[in-house]
């Protein structure tokens, strides 16, 4: 079996990316060992403080942070970074090639009940001319990320990562290496499983509402098909569960937070996420356009997110552009 580095290297990963993805899975693999103490660590709860979305940090959002930070301002590939944790960038290296965003413990609604949660990362190269310690040097569209990639803390722990050249997962070993186990993942094109947290269906748009009524109209509705659901809140999970068996997963707009395009964050879940599931064959959009496409405008921006098999969210887009094309209608009507 091939270990991670020995897989980069092979696929000709320029050498300080795969340093610095090595540098990364140091620090995952340490909040890994923490997840494996759990409670005997004394990791576990909440913490009295809010992060800069008005979250209630856990332990382990602040424990995986520091980890991660630490490691990365150590080194000198990194000039800056933005983490889901921190209210404003960290500048690192100035002379470094490579500025990093990411969610250092996603689903961590999961972490008191020993359920699945992961870390979400995304590379961009640095751009001169830019302070690392202000958001303006980070605010790239997804499409130029570099690399981007998730670690999954389940049963086993797995890295899912993508360089711009397919996805490929490696599983860690009790040795502490990553070892290859799943090459060129490819989604399936069509799916009869969905993901969306049901419980605000009161709050979402008429698009997704007639979508998701369709998905439960099963075999009799327009959509000809029975579908299952599942919801496990952890972003991570989710999206490997896409990737290995394909589906489609939603967190749209809701009229909880109307101004907010979404909950989800564009920076550090949006655009790493999207990258994968589009190396993989799949499709990832805001409900109008692609994700990657999207051009941030800040660091904690959200975003609405549909991603999944291709077929499923060009339906979910199909609905969206046929309701703006009513209302268009309708607004000339009454003109
Ligand atoms: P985080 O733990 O980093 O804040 O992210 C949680 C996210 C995502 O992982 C998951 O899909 C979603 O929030 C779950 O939201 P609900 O609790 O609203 O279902
Ligand atoms: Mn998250
Ligand atoms: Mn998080």
Known sequence: MQRLTQFLKHNETPADLVELINLLMSACKEINAKLNDGELAGILGATQTENIQGETQKKL??????????TLSESDLVRGMASEEEDLP????????????FDPLDG???????????????????????????????????????????????????????????????????NGEFYLTREQVVIPESTQEFAIN??????????????????????????????????????????????????????????????????????????PMSMLIEQAGGRSINTQIDIMNVQPKHIHERVSVVLGSKQDVETVLKYHQEASAKAKTAEKTSA
């Open 61 to 70: 959002d602040v424990i995986s942070n520091d980890l991660i930070k630490l």
């Open 108 to 174: 961590s609604s999961n972490i008191d009940i020993n359920v699945t949660v992961g870390t979400i990362f995304s590379v961009l190269e640095a751009q001169d001319g830019f302070d690392p310690a202000e958001e303006h040097a980070y605010l790239q569209p997804g499409y130029k990320q570099v690399a981007a990639g998730y670690v999954l803390y389940g049963p086993s722990c797995i890295l899912c990562l993508t360089t711009g050249d397919g996805v490929n997962m490696f599983t860690l070993s009790h």
């Open 198 to 271: 049901m419980s605000n269906l009161r709050f979402w748009d008429e698009p997704i509402q007639r979508y998701v009524g369709d998905l439960l109209a099963g075999e009799e509705g327009p959509l000809g098909k029975r579908y299952n659901m599942r919801w496990i809140a952890s972003m991570v999970a989710e999206v490997h569960r896409i990737l290995t068996r394909g589906g489609i997963f939603m967190y749209p707009w809701d009229s909880r937070e109307p101004k907010k395009p979404g909950k989800l964050r564009l920076m550090y879940e949006g655009n």
């Open 90 to 101: 960290v500048a690192c290296n100035p002379e470094a090639p490579y500025l990093v965003t």
